[in-house]
């Protein structure tokens, strides 16, 4: 497998923007092998901004390491390099738009410490 950050599967999941790929819970994970989805893509099958609206994928918890059949690590040298997104570098503009792609409800009236909080309080 590539570096690329594993999902596991919690839906099943006919990817629109893949052919119509064909993911199964339990026994796929997401992406496929070569499929490099943006990071967007990614949030609205976390956060259930999708068609079927609820999430369809989840992070990967240490138990699923085992089921399927891949390293510890495997994805973790991405994770790492990707790591924590810094928004106290953030300007406001994009903070709103990180909150509306996360599905976070937050307005140009808040402070950008506040957005800050409300995005962590919601997708930690």
Same mark, same amino acid.
């Given at each position: 497998? $590539?570096?690329? !950050?594993?999902?596991?599967?919690? @839906?099943?999941?006919?990817?629109? +923007?893949?052919?119509?790929?064909? /993911? &199964?819970?339990?026994?796929?994970?997401?992406?496929?092998?070569?499929?490099?989805?943006?990071?967007?893509?990614?949030? $609205?099958?976390? !956060?259930?901004?999708?068609?079927? @609206?609820?999430?369809?994928?989840? +992070?990967?918890?240490?138990?699923? /390491? &085992?089921?399927?059949?891949?390293?510890?690590?495997?994805?973790?040298?991405?994770?790492?390099?990707?790591?924590?997104?810094?928004?106290? !570098?953030?300007?406001?503009?994009?903070?709103?738009?990180?909150?509306?792609?996360?599905?976070?409800?937050?307005?140009?009236?808040?402070?950008?410490?506040?957005?800050?909080?409300?995005?962590?309080?919601?997708?930690?």
């Amino acid at each position: 497998m $590539s570096e690329q !950050k594993l999902y596991k599967v919690t @839906q099943v999941i006919t990817d629109l +923007e893949d052919d119509n790929q064909r /993911y &199964e819970p339990g026994k796929d994970l997401y992406p496929r092998e070569g499929l490099k989805p943006t990071e967007e893509r990614i949030k $609205s099958l976390l !956060k259930g901004n999708n068609r079927q @609206q609820r999430p369809v994928i989840a +992070e990967l918890e240490e138990s699923d /390491y &085992e089921q399927y059949g891949i390293e510890r690590g495997t994805d973790e040298a991405q994770q790492e390099k990707e790591g924590a997104v810094d928004y106290s !570098k953030m300007k406001k503009d994009e903070l709103l738009e990180e909150a509306e792609a996360l599905g976070v409800e937050a307005d140009k009236k808040m402070t950008n410490d506040e957005i800050i909080q409300k995005i962590k309080s919601e997708t930690e």
